[in-house]
């Protein structure tokens, strides 16, 4: 594996090697790759929702070339969890790199059943078999050893893994919180993480998204009165928008429309999936009478109708823009709707929120949300509960992860305060080599691992130029300019300008810069056009092309401090008659 390492250092054969993939200071895009004897075991292949900087792109994936060069040493795929951030790369994945095992609880079985991945037929990759694991079992995955450990958060069949090695034993957290009233009655395995915390633990990665929080955090019950109160107190439709994949929201929602004599209708193909997963998995339980289509709400009384909700790859901030602004194909809110956002406003979204409230107000539907309201809760752990997990496991080397960058480092900082050596506490980085080597531990170097960029209408990566490119249009604008020349490059129409999508455009100084524009155009495409043919009337029309968008973008940027896109296009008139 050496030469694809970023340093000088070589990974020793029989050390262990922990490299994150993703997932270390982002929400998301969780991937982490386990080596040992030239080995991998690669756990959970998580995707993440891009942020308003990253204009066209739908998805953050891990990268994967690491993997890709080293795909005939990677032994297995073991997930945690169906989450989005666990689970929702697995299809890419299978995409580029050849897994030969996928193994899981049985949620996630049944979740990745209805997704329909596939693998690389045309390579000769099928894809593998999800193997259902069961509970407190250890499966043995060449040097590893790999048994799945239950624990709490908003999903079903949540699980921690124990992990064994012959360097030493890790312990996994993925997503999770202490639930000690679970909607679905499967409390947390304590007891097993305590023994494995007694028998020695070398290395613990733990969740840190939660840290900031302090005490605990609460039951997914929580949210049963409150949704209860504003569902029954709502005269017409209620539509609650909620993750894709958090089915113990998913079971209250149906209970409480039970209650209240309301059909519900699902919406969201993630969401769907998550349904006819926890049905079959016996994780939603419910009166099948309840169920309704979205053909049949027009059959419906208002106060008889709940909907939930979820955009596209769960995101539910993407179905409540869409509502907001009338552009879900499926569903058209009315005056007299109550939307209910049962899910969390990330900080990078607090402006689209309120833009989306103030849309919502405009149409005369009443919305709730926030924390305030007690319509969410978090299914990451608390402080609190954080600092339960080092005490229960008592690791000797610690990796906070599964956060943005503050969230890793105040874990790493509490587990110096907690009592770890601060030479213990390994706050990784996306693509760092830890290596334990004879109990010691040190970072020895860095591969790739750069987000992939996903865009799902071109079906593949979006490189950093088009986003950039996509981030000047909607900041700055766009100036066209338009010319007609003839076949010695001289200028018989034009330049014609035309502008957009930039607030400078109508402003008085852009009408100054717009005739000083039109002046040193016509100057440069005379000087341009210089004879080049044999018979002394040819012109180089790329070179006309070139320094007319160069002085074009440099006037603009002199006179109004814009940097616009400059687009540049030249007609030609040929001469058709006969010599």
């Not at 050390?15 to 200071?25: F, K, R």
């Not at 982490?32 to 991998?40: K, S, T």
């Not at 599964?402 to 907690?418: N, S, V």
Request: charge should be negative.
């Amino acid at each position: 594996m050496a030469p694809i390492l970023t340093g000088s250092e070589e990974l020793k054969y029989d050390s262990l090697a922990v490299i994150p993939l993703g997932g270390q200071s982002e929400h998301g895009q969780v991937l982490w790759a386990l080596i040992y004897a030239g080995e991998i075991l690669l756990v959970d292949a998580g995707a993440a929702y891009p942020t308003l900087d990253l204009p066209g792109v739908d998805l953050l994936l891990p990268n994967t070339n690491f993997l890709e060069i080293n795909e005939e040493r990677i032994l297995a795929l073991v997930l945690t969890n169906a989450h989005e951030e666990h689970c929702g790369g697995v299809s890419y994945l299978l995409h580029h790199v050849k897994i030969p095992r996928i193994m899981g609880p049985r949620f996630v079985s049944a979740f990745l059943a209805q997704c329909a991945i596939g693998g690389m037929p045309d390579k000769g990759y099928e894809c593998p078999q999800v193997d259902t694991i069961q509970l407190r079992h250890s499966y043995q995955i060449g040097p590893f050893e790999v048994e799945w450990i239950q624990v709490n958060g908003a999903i079903a069949d949540a699980c921690a893994l124990r992990i064994g090695t012959p360097e030493g034993t890790i312990v996994y957290t993925s997503s999770f919180k202490l639930d000690q009233t679970p909607v679905d009655n499967r409390v947390f395995d304590i007891a097993r993480l305590a023994q494995t915390g007694d028998a020695g633990v070398l290395l613990l990665i733990s969740d840190s998204a939660g840290v900031e929080v302090p005490g605990y955090s609460p039951s997914e019950r929580a949210v049963e009165q409150p949704l209860q109160h504003h569902i029954a107190s709502a005269p017409g439709r209620v539509i609650v928008v909620l993750p894709g994949t958090n089915t113990h929201r998913l079971q209250i929602l149906f209970d409480i429309a039970k209650g209240h004599g309301r059909k519900v209708v699902v919406v969201g193909e993630t969401l769907i999936r998550t349904t006819l997963s926890a049905a079959i998995t016996g994780n939603l339980i419910y009166d099948r009478s309840i169920e309704t289509s979205l053909d049949s709400l027009s059959e419906l009384a208002d106060n008889e109708i709940l909907v939930v909700a979820t955009g596209l790859e769960g995101d539910p901030m993407d179905v409540l823009v869409e509502l907001a602004y009338g552009r879900n194909e499926d569903l058209t809110v009315k005056e007299g709707d109550k939307v209910i956002y049962s899910a969390e406003i990330f900080p990078g979204r607090l402006r689209l929120m309120a833009m989306i409230l103030d849309q919502f107000l405009s149409l005369g539907v009443t919305t709730v949300h926030g924390p305030r309201a007690n319509v969410h809760v978090s299914k990451h752990a608390s402080r609190e509960e954080l600092k339960m997990m080092l005490s229960i496991i008592n690791p000797k080397f610690f990796i906070p992860a599964l956060g943005e960058g503050r969230h890793i480092m105040h874990h790493a900082q509490m587990a110096i305060d907690w009592g770890l050596p601060p030479d213990a506490v390994l706050p990784l980085k996306n693509g760092q080599i830890l290596q334990i080597d004879n109990g010691i531990a040190q970072i020895i170097g860095a591969i790739e691992a750069q987000a992939v960029l996903f865009n799902r209408d071109q079906g593949d990566r979006v490189t950093t130029f088009s986003v950039n490119e996509r981030r000047n249009l909607s900041t700055e604008g766009i100036v066209s300019i338009g010319l007609v020349v003839d076949s010695k490059g001289s200028i018989v129409s034009g330049p014609v300008i035309d502008v957009g999508a930039s607030g400078f455009m109508l402003s008085p100084e852009w009408q100054t810069c717009r005739v000083e524009l039109i002046d040193v155009i016509l100057e440069t495409a005379k000087r341009v056009a210089r004879p080049t043919g044999r018979d002394g009337t040819g012109y180089e029309l790329a070179a006309l092309r070139a320094a007319v968008r160069e002085i074009s973008a440099k006037t603009i940027r002199a006179k109004l401090q814009s940097k616009p896109a400059v687009q540049v296009i030249v007609h030609e008139l040929t001469d058709t008659r006969a010599s």
